[in-house]
Structures are given as C-alpha cells and as structure tokens.
C-alpha cells in the first residue's frame, strides 16, 4: 500500500485547511486510516482515524469537534477537514494505514505510512 497525503500550507489562526490521503496498491488490505501529526521537538501524535468499510471515525480529544474526517473507498482517499485552526495544530501531519490490528491510535498499530504535509497556523 502507497499512500500519499497533500494539502498542507499556511494558514491564520481560525482558519480552515482540508488534507487529502491517496491510497494506491492492495488497499482491499485496508482495515482502517489514520492521521498523525508530528509538531517540531516532539513525538508523533495521533489525530484521527477512520475504519475503511464502515467510515467509523476516532478524534483525538484536542481536535474533536474542529477536525473530521472521512473516507470515499471508491476513490481511495481519506480527508482530514480541519477547521477553527490553532497556532498549537502546526505540524507535520501523516496519513497512515492498517490492517485489522491494535485499536488504531497509536502508530504502531499501522504498517504504511504517507510522507508528510506541513500545516502551518500562524498569522
């Protein structure tokens, strides 16, 4: 599985930025996708996740209720529509995929892994 995530930029505080994930190669593998975020001096954090079939989103507690996200598996593509944007969301923010395996938040649990965008909040 290719997964390849785009949509990053700068954007103000308040603002709203929607992410895109490809998915390409045996996705009927899939179980689910994750999104992940990597601020600069931490450690990679979980986001949100979203199962393949059944489009069961999870939301880290922090972005609950300002970040959702969804997935078209016809297209092959998960979104991350991020809105009331925080200067704390800057970040490198990854797509990730995982067959049926732990409970989907931590990165361990996924076996593919997108490059990924810089989203940065800042005005």
């Known amino acids: 599985v290719q997964l390849q995530a785009s949509g990053g930029g700068l954007v103000q505080p308040g603002g709203s930025l929607r992410l895109s994930c490809a998915a390409s190669?045996?996705?009927?593998?899939?179980?689910?996708m994750g999104w992940f975020r990597q601020a600069t001096g931490t450690e990679r954090e979980f986001v949100a996740s979203?199962?393949?079939?059944?489009?069961?989103?999870y939301y880290a507690d922090d972005v609950e209720g300002r970040f959702t996200t969804s997935r078209d598996n016809v297209k092959n593509t998960v979104d991350l529509q991020m809105n009331a944007l925080k200067a704390e969301d800057t970040a490198v923010y990854y797509c990730?995929?995982?067959?049926?395996?732990?409970?989907?938040?931590?990165?361990?649990?996924?076996?593919?892994w997108g490059k990924g965008t810089l989203v940065t909040v800042s005005s």
């Open positions: 190669g045996r996705t009927s593998s899939i179980y689910g």
């Open positions: 990730a995929a995982r067959h049926a395996t732990g409970s989907g938040h931590a990165d361990a649990d996924y076996a593919y």
């Open positions: 979203i199962t393949w079939r059944g489009g069961v989103p």
